[in-house]
């Protein structure tokens, strides 16, 4: 599989383009998965923000045409939306293919650390940074035995972190840990 580097267009970043995104959409349907928030998978990213100690974590699993987030953790569940620049932005359990950072990780099939996302101008002019404020992200692929990416696991923060070689770990592990419990679903 090759990474397509992405292509300058009205921002500073094009999302890159995701060629397995039909097959991953029907192994995720295979699994019971992308349709619906999934309770164990809220859990889990409770689970994994009280790790990292990072107020936002997902559990994405990505289709063609969005991101979905069937497990989330955030600061306050009955909160859904955050300031920026005085407007009010949902943050809810869908973006656009287009937000983030999760579809590079997809795309690279490897780990992706941004202490601060304002230090790399290929992720600098992301839509979240400047809807939703965030300014670090740590994520690592959901890779199954079928060498699927199924999605992403990840934490953000609103303030720049350094997440260091333990946040590394700890993000990875916690990928690896999810894949295995997805596939037990496997009828």
Not at 23 to 52: H, I, N
Not at 125 to 135: K, L, T
């Amino acid at each position: 599989m090759s990474y397509d580097p992405p292509r300058p267009a009205g921002r500073l970043l094009l999302t890159p383009e995701d060629r397995d995104a039909p097959a991953r959409t029907a192994r995720l349907r295979g699994l019971g998965l992308g349709e619906r928030a999934e309770p164990a998978l809220d859990a889990f990213a409770d689970l994994l923000a009280d790790r990292t100690g990072a107020p936002y974590a997902m559990v994405n699993l990505p289709c063609e045409n969005r991101q979905f987030f069937a497990g989330l953790h955030r600061p306050e569940r009955d909160v859904l939306s955050v300031d920026t620049d005085g407007t009010r932005r949902e943050v809810g359990r869908y973006l656009p293919r287009d937000h983030g950072f999760c579809p590079h990780v997809v795309a690279r099939r490897k780990a992706l650390v941004l202490d601060d996302v304002r230090d790399y101008p290929r992720f600098a002019g992301n839509p979240v940074v400047d809807e939703f404020g965030i300014r670090s992200y740590l994520g690592a692929p959901l890779i199954d035995s079928t060498q699927t990416v199924l999605g992403t696991v990840c934490v953000v923060d609103t303030e720049p972190r350094p997440w260091g070689r333990e946040g590394l770990r700890t993000i990875k592990e916690a990928a690896d840990e999810l894949a295995r419990r997805l596939e037990c679903r496997e009828p």
